[in-house]
């Protein structure tokens, strides 16, 4: 087991130099444009806002009510018992996902290249580290892990960086496991990735010159939508899904549709989507697994179907306004 691990490592860093200088682009070379506040919260904004808001505070209405039916049930207990799986899942999912991005010269994202030789070692280290089989080995990779995106954080900016703030996430999940605070890893995995999928979608909002390039040279189906809309709507249903792992509504049969989706996109983009959203899928996968049976959404709070309908209402306006204003200051 130790000579294999050292011959991945050995041919790791022999190979990563050849993958550096190809350069994978992200989906498009437009400098950004930052949109005025005033054509942000346009009419088709406000009212995309309600409508989510409103299915956002029906939801937790009628998923227990789809829970049980049979097949939903069946189901359930099915994929209730793979969760032994999840941390092993992550652990060897994460050492591929690097894997992957340090073979083509990046790091996290297709736009953040490795530029320095140290980097790509204490990368090759960490992958070594998570597919040792033994838990002090992957707090050992974690704790790696946890030092390159901290120096790369250093080198672009905390919110720069918050579009890929799910790892720090990943991180604790993998340094929590075999402790007390092993419980708390799933549920903070929701909240990361939640948190960072909202942040990117308000880039579609800001920077509307972007998305919309990718949607003209890439050929992106709009379905019969003006691209400026579909755009807008596209980020709503990115916002709409980081909102929900949040708060707790993702069920297994919503992570099941959004990995869908993510697949599909990866079959548009091609190996650019597979760099920048591999890890993603992997943390999908886990939450249908998963499901939310570990943790006590906030709604649980609000005890009559009314107050839980208000406060999922108030409480995404509420956050959606936050992110926007917080991205449009601060956001790269």
Known sequence: ?????????????????????????????????KETIEHILSPLFIFLALIAAVVLAI????????AESQ???????????????????????TALALIIQISNGTI?????HVTQSIIVILTWLAVVCLLIPHHLATKAGALVLLGIFIYITM????????????????IGVLLVGNTKFEKVGFPFLYLGTGLS???????????PDMSLDIVIHHHVPTFGFEPTVFITMAAFIEFVVGYLL?????????????????????MLFGVTEVIGHFMIHIVLIIFIIEGVSFYTPPIKIHKTKTDQFI????????????YILIYYRFGA
């Open 1 to 33: 087991m130790k000579k294999l691990l050292i011959v991945v490592l050995a041919v790791g860093l022999f190979i990563t130099p050849i993958f550096t200088s190809a350069h994978v682009k992200w989906f498009t070379d437009v400098a950004p444009h």
């Open 59 to 66: 939801l937790p209405l009628l998923i227990p009510k789809i």
């Open 71 to 93: 097949l939903m049930q069946n189901w359930d207990q099915k994929l209730s018992g793979l969760r032994k799986y999840s941390r092993y899942l992550l652990k060897y999912g």
């Open 108 to 112: 996290f994202a297709p736009e953040l």
């Open 155 to 170: 080198q672009h900016g905390i919110f720069y960086m918050l579009d890929y703030g799910f790892y720090v996430a990943i």
């Open 197 to 207: 999928l909202c942040w990117v979608a308000v880039e579609k909002w800001v920077y």
């Open 246 to 266: 949040v708060v707790g509504i993702l069920n297994r049969v919503l992570g099941l549709v959004v990995t869908i989706i993510f697949v599909l996109t990866t």
């Open 311 to 322: 406060f999922v209402f108030l409480n995404f306006i509420f956050v959606l306004a936050t």
